[in-house]
C-alpha cells in the first residue's frame, strides 16, 4: 500500500463566539492515497465545509486550530508561513466551487484568468501557458476552446462554466483536488454529465479527488473510499459499496434511509431522522448522534464512542455496530 | 375526479429584451416562455410538475395564479373561466403558494405571528384572538408557540419552511401551489415537510400542485406528474405509469440521469449530452430533437402533438410507442 | 419535532449595539448632548442671546461670561446654545421633510405604473442636475435670506435624492418573493406599501438622513457666515463665526467657540450614521454570530 498522499490527522477546530468556543471539527482523520477518489458526506452542520477551508488554509478569522496536522507529501500546511502555503495552494491542491459564477472574475476574459491561475510555473512562457489552458477546457468537454478563452462567465452557460471551473482547477496541476458540492447548483441533466466528466478526470488524474457533498448519488456514483460526518466529528469511514451495502453507524443507515432514490414502493410516511444537531457550544460529552439515535443506551450520551474495526479500511465511532457491540 | 383548476392551451410570451432604442423599431418581437400548455389539477389530489430550470414551469405557477399575464389560452377554476384580474382576486382565498425560498418568502420586517395571520387580515376574516390565531396555526405545523415574536431571519430553513405551510392553509385554501418544497433541506428533514404536506392533503381534502426537479421526491408524493421542456409539456400521466413506462426519451433520461447512491448501480454510460438549448433559441420542430438519441428528420421538421399513448398517459413525440429505452 | 429550537440568538437592541462600540458611544453622546442643548436651552445659557451689553462688548472668557463676549456684548456660550437650536431645527426640519417626501415620491415611484415612474425620475433628475450653493443663492437672491428659505432651498435639493433611493430600493422589493407572497394571499398594494414595503426601506433611508445633517448644519452656518441665511439677531454658529472674524483681533476667542460646536455636531452625526449603518446591515450582524 502507498504512502498516503494526503492525510489530516486528529483535527480539532474551534469558532470562537460571543456564545463560547463553537467546536466545528473534532478529531477529524482523513487519508488519501494517490489515484484514490475520496467522498465526505455530511449535512448541514456536519462541518464539512469548515474541513474544506481548513484543508486549504483559508479560515476565517475566528477560527482556531487546536490539535491535528494537514500534510500533503509530508509537508504540514499548518506549520507553513501564509506564503509558503500560498505557494502550496495552487501547486499542490485546488478546489472546484460550488457556483462556479463566483470561481472567475467577471470582468477579466476566461483565458487570462487561466493563464493567471499557472503563476507558479515558472520559466514557462505565456504561449505554452495559453496552449495548456486550451488544452485544459478541452479536456474538460469545451469544444472550441481558443474561443471560449476570450469570454467572459457570464456569456456561458451554466454547464460550461462548471465545466470551465473544474478547468481553472485542472489547469494548476495540482496532487489534490478538492470537489466542494460540485453539483450542487446544477441541474438533473448536467448533473449527470459533470459526474461522468469527474469519473473520467479520476482516471487520467496522477493525484488524489476528494469530493464534498450532501448527496449520497454523488457519493455512489463516483468515490472509492467515504467519510461520513456528523456534527464535527467522522463517524464512519469505508469503502463506498461497504458504507452504502452494510454501514455501521446508525446515523450513516438512517442517512441512506432518508434518500427517496433507492425507495421503489412508496411508503405510509416518508422516512426522516428526528430530533437536529446538538449544538457544539460545547458539545456533547457522549456520541453526538446519540439524542437522535433509535440503538442509543445511556452510554451512548455518558461517553464517547470508540473507532470499532468492521472489516479492513471499514471503520465507524458507535459502541452498537451490528456484529461488533461493544461489551457493556 | 372533479376537476379543481383546468389550463387550456395556455400561451405566455413576453417582449424579447432589446435596445434602449426598442421604440424606435415598431412591432416588438416576443419569446415564447409557455406553449401551449393543457393541465388539469383534481381536487384531493398531487401534480407533480417537473422541469429543469429554464423550463418555465415556476412561471406556469405564476400564470395559474394570475401573477403572470397570459397571451393565449383560458385557465378555470371550478369550471369557471378567469379572464379578468378581479376574477384571479376571487382566487385568492381559496389557492395558495409556498415559494423555493422560505425566509424570503416571508416580510424581513414583520413578527411571524402576524405575518401567519396577514391571510384573515387581509381578507377581513373576523379573529377574536390574534395570538391565539397564530399559536393555533404554529402548533398545527409542529412549531412551538414561542416562534411568533421572531422575526423571519431569526428561524431556521426548516422553521421557515414550516411557517410558511401554516401561512398557505392559513385560510384552507382549496389549491396549494408549492414551488420546490424541499430545496435547501438537508435530507434527513425533508421528509417532514412532505409527510406534512401530504397528512394536511388528506385531512383538508386541497389538490397540491407540486413544482419541482426532484424526480425520487415526484415520484412518492404525487399522483400524477406532468414534465416540461422549453415551456412545453412533453409528458403527463399518473405517476406509477410514469416512471415505469417512460415514453419520451427527455423523460427516460431524466430519470436515468439521477445520480444513484448505490455504488452497484453506478452507470458506464451518459444518458443525456447537451445543454437545454436558450429559450431565445427554441429549436425547429420538436424541442427536443438536438439531444435526442432518436432524433429523425420528421423531428427536425415538425413538432409532435401531445397525444394519448397509454391509458392517461400523453406524450409529445412522434415515435412514443416505438422508442425502447 | 426537528426544528423546535435550532434558531440562531436574538440580537441585542439598537441602542445597546451602538453604545458597545466607543466610536459610536461617541457619536451618541455627542448627538444627544447637541439636542439636549437645543432643546433645553432657555435653562441651559446663562443669559438672554441677543441682550445687547455695549458697555461690556469683546470681554474675554471669563467666570461671569465663560465664553466671552462679541462686539454688542452679548455673551456667546448663550449665543452658541441657542445656535444649536437654530441649526438643529433646520437641519432636523429640512432633511426630516425631505426624507417624508422622498419616501413617498420614491414608493410611487417604484411600486406604481410604468409611465408615472418614468416621469417622476425624470423630474427627479431635472432636480438633482441643479447646482446645490448656485440654486441657493439663486433662490435667496429671489425669496429673501431667512430660515425659511433656507429650508426650501435644501428641500428642493435632497428630495430627488432620496427618492432615487426609495425608488430603487422599492424596485428591488416589488420583485422579492415575500411581495409576491403578499400578493398571492391578495393584499392590496397600499397594504403592501404600507406594511411590507415601508418598514424595509426605512433603515437605509435613517442612514443616509443622519450622514445627511452634518451637511446641512454646515450649509446653515456657510449660508449664514455670508449673511443669506438665518436672519440677525437670531444666533447661528454661521453668523456668531462672522462675528469672530470680523473681531479677530480684539476677540480671537470668539472664532474657536464659534468653531468648536460645528466641529463635534459634525463628528456626532457622521459617527451615528456610521455606527447606524453598521448596526441596520443584516449582513454584518450574521458575520458577528458565527
Redesign the interface.
Known sequence: MSTPLFEIDKLSLQYHTNGGAFHALRDVSLTARRGEVIGIVGESGSGKSTLVSAMIGLLSANAYITNGSVKINDTDLLTLSERKRRRFRGHDIAVIFQDPMTAFNPVLPLGAQLIDFQFHRRGVSKRDKRQHAIDTLTHVGIAAADKIMAKYVHELSGGMRQRAAIAAALVMTPDVLIADEPTTALDVTMEAQIIHLLRQLSHDHDGTIIVVTHHLGVIGELCDRVYVMYAGQVVEEGPVDAIYHTPGHPYTTALIDCDLVHLDETPRTLPTIPGRVPDLAPPPAGCAFANRCEKAQTRCFASAPPRVQIAKEHAAWCFRVPGHEVAQ | MTALMTAANLDVSLPMPQSPLQFLTPGRATIDILRDISLTIDAKTTLGLVG??GSGKSTLARAL?G?QPISGGEICFDQVPLTTPAGF?SL??S???M???PI???????RIGKQLT??FV??RVVMPDRGARAAQLLDRV???ASLAD?YP????G??AR?VCVA?ALALSPRLLIADEPTAGL???????I??LL?QIRDETGLALLIIT?N???V???SDHVAIMYLGRLIETGPTRTVFANPKHPYTQ??IA???????????SD????G??P?ILRRPEGCEFHNRCRFAQDLCRQHPPELREVSAGQFARCHYAETLTK | MSCVDESPARAPGLIRKLARDPVGLAGLILVLGFLSMAVFAPYLAPYDPIKIDVLNKFQPPSPAHPAGTDQLGRDTLSRIIFGARTALTIALVSTGLAGVFGLLLGMIAGFGPRLLDNFLVLVFDAFSSLPMIMFALAVITVLGPGTNTLIFVILIVSIPGYARLIRAQTLSLKNSDFIMAERTMGASHIRIILWHVLPNVVGPLVIVLSMDIPVVIMLEAGLSYLNLGVRPPTPSWGNILYDGYTSLRFAPTMVIVAGIPLVLSTIGFTFLGERLRDALDPKIQIRGLR
Open positions: 429543469e430550470s395564479l401573477l382576486q385568492r382565498r389557492t395558495a403558494m415559494f423555493q425560498d424570503a418568502s416571508l416580510s424581513p420586517r414583520m396577514e391571510p387581509i381578507h409542529g412549531l412551538p421572531r431571519h431569526e428561524l431556521s426548516g422553521q414550516r401561512r438537508d435530507v434527513s428533514v425533508q421528509g417532514e412532505l409527510n401530504r426537479h424526480l425520487p421526491m415520484r412518492h408524493v433520461n431524466l440521469s439521477k445520480p444513484q447512491p448505490d455504488p452497484r448501480k453506478r452507470r451518459l444518458a443525456i449530452k445543454e437545454i436558450s
